[in-house]
């Protein structure tokens, strides 16, 4: 008789594999987006910079004129009592929010909104940002940190900058306990076993026998004792180029 497998225990939703979220600041996004905003400009002020544990980058609390406040990643550059400015007619300077239809080409960004008022979506990683390419009819053309392209509302709003923490991941860990931590603080268990390198009864790959492995693909209705590897698969493998 077999054990229940990692998947089946982290299933159940037990502390040992949950996020310290009572840890956790604030969520990150924008005020509500309003028609003022578009064609005024609202100014603020950096009142205070956080730790959050599981982000990689400092949280900017910001305190604009009208009375809202809201969090933010802080980009490079940022400080205290730094002053910002919010809307359509807001400069180009680091750490302003403006819409991406008033951001000129060539423009570094962070904290992008997917859709009009979202409160950012994008970009929002330590060290990661994005560049305006281009204003079409389809929408602004920006070039994510994935190197990808998509055309985006240009009402969505953006900050004008680089998230800062850029050489996070520059420094090794050092010891196991900081990694431990770090993993906990995001809901992730480490260390991880391999699959291969479990006995037969707690795993589907787990066998002391070298021979053929088994297929790693397994479908989206698979019950939870076999439901590891690649889920519903499309394809796998490294994509061979056509030749034209």
């Not at 969520?27 to 205070?48: A, D, H």
């Not at 180009?92 to 951001?103: K, Q």
């Not at 297929?215 to 394809?235: E, Y």
Request: net charge positive.
């Amino acid at each position: 008789m077999g054990k229940r497998i990692r998947v089946q225990r982290r299933g159940r939703g037990a502390s040992t594999f949950r996020a310290s979220t009572h840890k956790r600041i604030a969520p990150v996004q924008y005020p509500p987006l309003s028609k003022k905003e578009l064609e005024t400009v609202f100014n603020g002020q950096i009142q205070n910079l956080f730790h959050e544990p599981g982000r990689g980058a400092p949280l900017a609390l910001v305190k604009l004129e009208t009375g809202e406040s809201y969090y933010t990643v802080a980009p490079e550059g940022a400080h205290v009592g730094q002053q910002i400015q919010m809307g359509g007619k807001a400069p180009i300077d680091i750490c302003n929010v403006l819409p991406l239809g008033n951001i000129p080409d060539g423009t570094m960004v962070c904290s992008i909104e997917r859709t009009p008022g979202d409160g950012g979506k994008m970009s929002r990683s330590s060290g990661a940002y994005a560049l305006v390419a281009g204003h079409t009819p389809q929408g602004v053309m920006i070039k994510l940190p994935s190197r990808r392209t998509r055309y985006l509302n240009p009402l969505c709003r953006a900050t004008i900058g680089v998230i800062s923490g850029a050489g996070r991941v520059d420094k090794p860990f050092l010891k196991a306990g900081a990694k431990f931590h770090l993993m906990k603080a995001k809901g992730h268990t480490y260390p991880r076993t391999r699959g291969v390198a479990m006995i037969a009864a707690a795993h589907p790959y787990g066998s002391s026998k070298r021979g053929a492995r088994k297929v790693t693909t397994v479908s989206r209705g698979a019950p939870p004792g076999r439901k590891v590897g690649l889920i519903a698969a499309r394809q796998t493998g490294r994509k061979r180029r056509r030749r034209t």
